[in-house]
């Protein structure tokens, strides 16, 4: 029998063109939701789902969110959270300036504009060097010769680990199509949950593409999580990063994060569309 479950809403998050942006069902009352329905909800729509309920502890936190893609459920998942807080803004339910929400990974902040924007905050990040580079390079099919000079593969993180590869040219990047396979067997050997190899395109924006370690599909249109990730792995500009995802795709997509100016951290932003 088919499992049942409330009809989530569907929102497209970090679009930057047609067809842009990170799919994205949101439920925003999964209360008597179990796990194994949630993720059977993600399974249907193929993309990574949030999940909207109560706090646990009603002093700290307004809800609580969780998240899961097509295989299992995930500690924290950026278009998502920000999916789910401009929802509830839109639908008069975090009336606030602020929304507090508890995730696995820890308690996460949504600031709310008055121009509608909504941004998601992420403790500071934390980057080691992958020892085994070699291995992630020829995953992708790429040799030391390709990535930019001076560079080293990182694993970086604000809340789930991401491998931080990068490509010295821009095509060569769009060109990258990895086994899946191989991208699961590597990510468990260095202790990640997904590939983002980078290259720095013009005016400071940077490109990207997330292969994930086993999500249930082979690529990521947009992945506020890695971007988070890839800011620190860069040094944490005062400037703030642009990312572009998803282009290789035909999903182009746009990650904003800066330093958070009241807290250690950072923000991350973008556009949110009812699909």
Not at 193 to 216: C, E, I, K, M, N
Not at 219 to 231: C, N, Q, V
Not at 237 to 259: K, N, T
Request: glycine share 12%; with cysteine; charged share 20%.
């Amino acid at each position: 029998m088919k499992p049942t479950h409330p009809t989530p809403v569907l929102l497209s998050v970090f679009p930057a063109g047609p067809g842009g942006g990170n799919p994205c069902p949101v439920v925003l009352d999964a209360r008597g939701m179990e796990a194994e329905a949630m993720r059977a909800l993600a399974a249907e729509h193929g993309h990574e789902s949030g999940f909207v309920l109560p706090p646990e502890n009603p002093a700290t936190a307004d809800f609580r969110f969780r998240f899961f893609v097509p295989g299992h459920e995930m500690e924290m998942c950026g278009h998502a959270t920000l999916g789910a807080a401009w929802l509830l803004r839109q639908r008069g339910l975090a009336p606030k300036p602020e929304l507090r929400i508890e995730t696995l990974s820890g308690p996460v902040r949504a600031l709310f504009a008055a121009d509608g924007g909504v941004e998601i905050t992420q403790p500071p990040g934390r980057v080691e060097e992958v020892v085994e580079a070699a291995a992630v390079l020829a995953v992708l099919g790429l040799t030391a010769g390709d990535l930019r000079p001076g560079s080293r593969v990182l694993n970086a993180a604000t809340s789930r680990v991401k491998t931080l590869v990068p490509v010295a040219d821009l095509a060569r990047l769009h060109a990258l199509v990895p086994d899946p396979v191989r991208i699961r067997a590597v990510c468990d050997a260095i202790g990640s949950t997904g590939l983002y190899p980078w290259a720095q395109g013009a005016d400071g924006v940077v490109h990207a593409r997330q292969f994930p370690r086993a999500s249930g599909y082979p690529e990521d249109a947009a992945t506020g999580i890695a971007a988070a990730a890839l800011f620190y792995g860069v040094g944490a500009p005062a400037e703030g990063l642009i990312v572009r995802q998803g282009e290789a795709m035909g999903s182009p997509s746009e990650i904003h994060v800066r330093p958070d100016p009241e807290n250690p951290g950072c923000r991350l932003s973008g556009r949110v569309e009812l699909i």
